[in-house]
């Protein structure tokens, strides 16, 4: 599986951005996705993962207020992350990953798969 993350870009505080993840190759529907982000200077960190089927979600305590929201596609082959109320803290590059199988993944050891990461910039 090969995937494409894009949406990243310069965003105000509380602003909105919508990031995607194309897979291509691979069975996308058989795979458990998830996005991941790493701040400048900081450990890679989960974010967000979905389910094969997308009707199990879960999310890291830092986005769990609502203000993230995974979501896929299997016909189109994409991911997304919805991403509203940002924050300066949220300020990182976003990696969307994947791996074969059922239920939720939440640590990127897990993950076989990666895409390249799109920058996500919050201004305050």
């Known amino acids: 599986v090969q995937l494409q993350a894009s949406g990243g870009g310069l965003v105000q505080a509380g602003g909105s951005l919508r990031l995607s993840c194309a897979a291509t190759?691979?069975?996308?529907?058989?795979?458990?996705m998830g996005w991941f982000r790493q701040a400048p200077g900081k450990e890679r960190e989960f974010a967000a993962a979905?389910?094969?089927?997308?009707?199990?979600?879960?999310y890291a305590d830092s986005v769990k207020e609502g203000r993230f929201t995974i979501s896929r596609d299997n016909a189109k082959k994409t991911v997304y992350l919805q991403m509203n109320s940002l924050k300066p803290q949220d300020t990182a590059v976003y990696y969307c990953?994947?791996?074969?199988?059922?239920?939720?993944?939440?640590?990127?050891?897990?993950?076989?798969?990666w895409g390249q990461g799109t920058l996500v910039t919050v201004s305050s």
């Open positions: 979905i389910s094969r089927n997308g009707l199990s979600t879960n």
């Open positions: 990953a994947a791996e074969s199988g059922y239920g939720l993944r939440y640590r990127s050891e897990e993950y076989a798969y």
């Open positions: 190759g691979g069975t996308f529907s058989k795979c458990s």
